[in-house]
């Protein structure tokens, strides 16, 4: 009885039009000395043909007219829907601009706070951040929705957005005032006051990321 | 005939909703055929096949013209019949006391074992036993056995429209002929 499931195996695959022919010799060999896989096999063959003939079965008469008559009326949305689903694109470039738009507006609405970039040693007073004198902030500078007053030194470039610099209280020093603030600041000093140049600062700062990106690898 | 089909589904896709009423005729003892031999029972057949039909019209933005419209609207009949089969839960128990009596359980109120006779007549006959015998397979034999022989698609076709591997499809083939062998080698 140790052919059977070998046998069997074989059988199947025969049965799957998946033989090969050493294969089917094999079996037929096998079936001409061994009465049990004959059995077995013409079990399997009649097995299949009692199933196949079932008589095929037929839908009701009223089958079609049942379906068209519950068919879902054509919607107006299945247009737009359509249209989305053949121009992709188009659709991609929408939802990219709107997600885009959506973004950069509420960012600029949303925060209210007063927010730095996060060095040590930096003052806040009455939505003014203060360098303070004896203090050099190392790296770059970026103050959201204050004023920045710079009394120390920034080694690095300085963004104020929607704020402004106040000038050093000190009026002796003001004539000097503006060399002295230039030297102060060793980087650039970039004011973002409205919305556009909010988009403007987005935009470039998105730019200068994917550049860097590019030069780092 | 595919290339019919292929002009009627365009259309379908245009809104031309008439035209869908020539594929429902053209493919409805198929999948009439599907959903009967694998729930067993007409009523329930003809409403998943008429449930079939309409999800295909439905979605028929999704199907990719490149393939075969009839393996699509396949899958859609066995994926809802299984779903079916699977949700199926008795309604009530054999064991469970009736209501209002003592000691009278649900087995007390089913039929005496001997059929009538003209139901020993029906019952004897082969293609009703052939039927429930198929209907006694599990489900994912049921599937295979109900396309490969009653539908007769091929083994890739029927790997397709039940989204799985061709191997696994001869698997539950072998399985499900030497099941059915074993009922049905004393009839």
């Known amino acids: 009885m140790n052919c059977k499931q070998e046998v069997i195996a074989l059988m199947h695959k025969y049965l799957d039009d998946d033989l090969t022919q050493p294969e089917e010799k094999k079996l037929r060999f096998h079936l001409q000395s061994c009465s049990d896989c004959q059995a077995h096999f013409h079990e399997l063959k009649r097995t299949i043909s009692l199933v196949k003939s079932s008589s095929p079965i037929s839908a009701p008469g009223d089958f079609t007219a049942n379906v068209m008559s519950n068919l879902p009326q054509q919607k107006k949305r299945n247009h737009y829907m359509r249209w989305f689903r053949n121009h992709p694109f ?112 987005h935009t470039k700062k998105t730019l200068e990321g994917v550049f860097s990106l590019g030069n780092g690898e | 005939m595919e290339n019919v089909i292929k002009q009627k589904i365009k259309q379908i896709k245009k809104g031309d909703q008439a035209a869908f009423e020539d594929v429902v005729s053209f493919y409805q003892n198929k999948v009439y055929q599907i959903c009967f031999r694998m729930i067993g029972n007409a009523h329930e057949a003809e409403d998943l096949a008429q449930e079939a039909f ?124 030497e099941t059915l062998r074993k009922k049905l080698r004393h009839v």
């Open chain 2, 54 to 177: 309409i999800r295909a019209y439905t979605n028929i933005d999704r199907f990719d013209e490149r393939r075969k419209f009839s393996t699509w609207l396949y899958r859609i009949a066995t994926n809802l019949t299984i779903d079916r089969i699977r949700k199926k839960k008795p309604d009530y128990f054999l064991d469970a006391e009736v209501k209002g009596t003592e000691g009278l359980n649900m087995y007390s109120q089913l039929a005496a074992d001997q059929a009538l006779p003209e139901e020993e007549v029906e019952s004897l006959e082969l293609q009703t036993y052939i039927h429930k015998e198929i209907l006694a397979l599990p489900p994912k034999y049921r599937s295979v056995i109900v396309l490969r022989f009653l539908d007769e698609l091929s083994l890739q076709e029927i790997a397709e429209v039940l989204e799985i591997p061709v191997g696994t499809v001869k698997t539950r083939i072998h399985r499900g002929r």
């Open chain 1, 90 to 201: 188009f659709t991609a470039a929408a939802v990219f601009f709107l997600m885009m738009f959506g973004g950069v507006f509420s960012a600029w609405t949303e925060d209210q706070q007063v927010t730095v970039s996060k060095q040590e040693n930096l003052v806040i007073q009455n939505q003014v951040v203060i360098v303070p004198e004896d203090v050099t902030v190392e790296g770059d500078l970026v103050v959201r929705n204050g004023d920045l007053r710079i009394d120390g030194a920034v080694n690095g470039d300085v963004t104020i957005i929607n704020g402004d610099i106040l000038e050093q209280d000190s009026v002796q020093d003001s004539p000097l005032e503006g060399e002295k603030y230039m030297a102060y600041v060793s980087g650039e000093v970039n004011e973002v006051n409205q919305v556009f140049e909010w988009m403007w600062y």
